[in-house]
């Protein structure tokens, strides 16, 4: 009985994986940098901070590198105190399109980074607004590039997906796994059909300055701890055209110190609880559970029976179908590589660690978060 309802449940998740995966084969080459100069249109880039003296050294070099339609970047500093605002005054004394602005105090029902994109929205000039990560490493040609990707592609809200720099063994191996429950859940950049399924990224988030202000700015994701997909799925919603694709040609990032800050910090949020419809949530774990959780147990299990004695029609069906997911989860590595700058051995078994990644998506959606990023939020998750 056990066997038969697995069978079945894993069966028709099998035939949901490769429908969400199946666009993908026609998806878009990676979003290339455009080191031409766009004159037609403006940018404003916003830098959400809170003590990131030990990472946004980079960033600020790397914007600084960037041309027209640069406007300005608005670096907004939520009370630094680990000599932040000396870096951002080297860079303004280097380049006066850099301008740090202090947020007003933030109200309790708003996450900070949140706060900060609405502060920085509100003093923005340019065209575009585009929210960059302090820990995101801009390539030349990055602002003028997210812009032209977007108008080719004819879409007024557009995030990019990175390129992974600078990874321990233990990261490589665990944070692909952890990747691949949000590929498995929305399918792959540039395939996005249903505004329930966007995925997008805050580490670089396009949109058009008007098309925020007239959805409300970033105040729909105030509380979202997932506030990049929140006010996406809010906005294709809405009618806006809203994507999600390729940037590993754009910029690097190293989002986390270690395997530990990433299970912990980016695990808060991968369950993408505040960004998904309730009646959606637990499916979707579930769904995750069949197609990432299960192969390999249920591939030991059964080959470990399968030594002492035969199986039933039903558990050899069973092993197929389980054989099957392995082989998509397997076939994914190819692509997936290309969003890591140095993919090693632990890359490429990044597999064994399935399971554990979905026990990490089970760990989240039961735990009500509290603290991010430092701050201990009481209303917000």
């Not at 860079?91 to 609405?118: F, H, M, Q, S, Y």
Request: aromatic share 6%; proline share 6%; glycine share 8%.
């Amino acid at each position: 009985m056990l066997v038969g309802a697995l069978l079945v449940a894993q069966s028709v998740a099998l035939v949901v994986l490769v429908t969400r995966l199946w666009p993908g084969r026609n998806r878009r080459a990676p979003a290339p940098p455009h080191l031409a100069e766009l004159t037609d249109t403006t940018v404003t880039v916003i830098v959400p901070t809170l003590n990131e003296a030990k990472r946004i050294g980079p960033c600020l070099a790397g914007l600084r590198a960037q041309t027209r339609p640069l406007l300005e970047v608005l670096i907004v500093d939520s009370g630094s105190t680990d000599g932040t605002h000396a870096l951002v005054a080297d860079a303004a004394a280097r380049d006066p399109r850099i301008r740090l602005i202090t947020d007003d105090a933030r109200p309790t029902d708003w996450v900070g980074k949140v706060w900060a994109l609405e502060q920085g929205l509100h003093a923005a000039r340019g065209e575009w607004v585009l929210g960059i990560d302090a820990d995101v490493e801009p390539r030349p040609g990055l602002v003028a590039g997210v812009v032209a990707a977007a108008r080719e592609a004819g879409y007024s809200v557009v995030s990019f997906s990175p390129r992974f720099a600078a990874q321990s063994a233990w990261e490589q191996l665990v944070q692909p796994a952890l990747l691949l429950t949000l590929v498995y859940r929305g399918g792959t950049a540039g395939s996005e059909r249903d505004p329930e399924r966007l995925i997008a990224n805050g580490q670089c988030f396009l949109a058009r300055r008007d098309v925020l202000l007239r959805h409300g700015g970033y105040a729909p994701a105030r509380e979202s701890f997932a506030d990049d997909v929140t006010l996406a799925r809010h906005l294709a919603r809405r009618g806006e055209r809203v994507g999600f694709l390729d940037g590993s040609r754009l910029f690097l990032v190293r989002a986390y110190a270690s395997a530990a800050e990433m299970w912990r910090e980016w695990g808060r949020s991968l369950d993408l609880r505040q960004a998904t419809r309730a009646t959606r949530q637990w499916p979707d774990v579930l769904f995750l559970v069949a197609v990432q959780g299960l192969p390999l147990p249920m591939l030991a299990l059964l080959g470990a029976v399968a030594w002492t004695s035969t199986l039933t029609p039903a558990a050899r069906a069973l092993v197929a179908v389980n054989g099957l997911l392995l082989a998509i989860r397997l076939l994914l590595l190819r692509p997936l590589s290309h969003s890591y700058e140095q993919p090693g051995a632990p890359f490429w078994l990044s597999w064994l660690a399935d399971p554990l990644a979905v026990v990490r998506i089970l760990l989240s959606t039961v735990q009500r978060r509290r603290q991010w990023r430092g701050r201990r939020y009481t209303r917000a998750g």
